[in-house]
């Protein structure tokens, strides 16, 4: 009896043992999800952590790109505060992105509304077409339209002329007061293709009910347009809105390719002062901080726009 017991007992595990593979389960379990995401983690960390932290740190820095860093603290931005030319190119960033916010929102929605709601022959064609610019090189783009402005063979003053309005020919990419504006249409022209898709898919997904017991009850289209399709894609439309705010801060390749930030820097902006400081000027911690500032207005305007998102959109 004895030894059955002995042997008996020798087969009950040891709860410490027991607990072990139970353990090591749970902890398998709970990093796989860290496991899958490490390598993306990984990427970001390298590409984008890592030289942000390295713009910051050479923003309080003196450095031509090639000698040994000198640390000045806060001497950057100090004259960035004094700095005419940065101030100017803020408020032409701050003017494009106000713009940016409206005009190619207001033209990817009604293009959307058109494609969507009618039922015009061809509409698929159409998406197609209106889209094209959003994929186009800003090569391309540039010199689509500094032909179009082109003073001396441009379609835009030839139209002009042959109208009989020869009086408004202009040189608009020489004009400081039409400079801007013209470079922003060529923008805003790539840019209602993105607002247009994303709208387009938004008031698809919006059940056709509600229109039909809108249109029993009587409401007239603009009716249905104000009161059912804009509080239902209320959400896609802020996020279009945010997505052409951040672009229009952002903007440098058509200002670089077809101005330069001229005549007389009347279409400088932000990402093109930081370029001019960092890499044809050679002052590298002078752009860093311009950048570290454009960053900071990148955040806190998306940081408003959630936060107007948050309100208009409500509660699913």
């Known amino acids: 009896m004895a030894s059955l017991a002995t042997r008996s007992l020798s087969k009950v595990p040891d709860r410490r043992e027991a607990g072990r593979p139970g353990r090591a389960r749970a902890f398998r379990e709970g990093a796989s999800p860290y496991l899958y995401v490490l390598p993306a983690m990984l990427l970001y960390g390298t590409f984008v952590c890592y030289p942000m932290l390295r713009l910051v740190q050479y923003s309080f820095t003196k450095w031509d790109g090639t000698s040994t860093p000198n640390n000045i603290g ?41 494609l969507a709601r009618s039922h015009l022959f061809g509409r698929t064609i159409f998406r197609a077409v209106f889209f094209l610019p959003q994929i186009l090189s800003s090569i391309v783009i540039a010199a689509i339209w500094q032909w179009l402005y082109s003073p001396s063979f441009g379609a835009i003053n030839a139209a002009l002329k042959a109208a009989g309005l020869s009086s408004l020919q202009q040189g608009w990419l020489g004009d400081t007061n039409f400079a801007l504006p013209a470079v922003f249409i060529a923008w805003a022209w790539t840019a209602y293709g993105f607002a247009m898709v994303i709208l387009i898919a938004a008031i698809q997904s919006v059940d056709e009910e509600y229109f039909d017991a809108a249109k029993i009850d009587g409401a007239g289209r603009l009716r249905q347009m104000t009161a059912i399709l804009l509080p239902a894609i209320r959400r896609p439309l802020t996020v279009v809105m945010l997505m052409n705010a951040i672009a229009a801060l952002q903007a440098f390749d058509l200002v670089f390719i077809m101005t330069k930030g001229g005549p007389i820097n009347s279409t400088m902006v932000l990402a093109l002062y930081v370029y001019q400081n960092a890499f044809i000027s050679l002052r590298v911690g002078y752009g860093s901080a311009i950048a570290v500032v454009l960053g900071i207005v990148i955040v806190i305007s998306s940081l408003v726009f959630l936060r107007i998102r948050g309100l208009w959109g409500g509660k699913e």
């Open 74 to 114: 806060l001497s950057n931005y100090n004259e960035l505060i004094r700095d005419p030319l940065f101030w100017q190119a803020f408020r032409h960033n701050l003017e494009w992105m106000f713009a940016a916010i409206a005009i190619p929102t207001l033209i990817g929605l009604a293009l959307a509304i058109v």
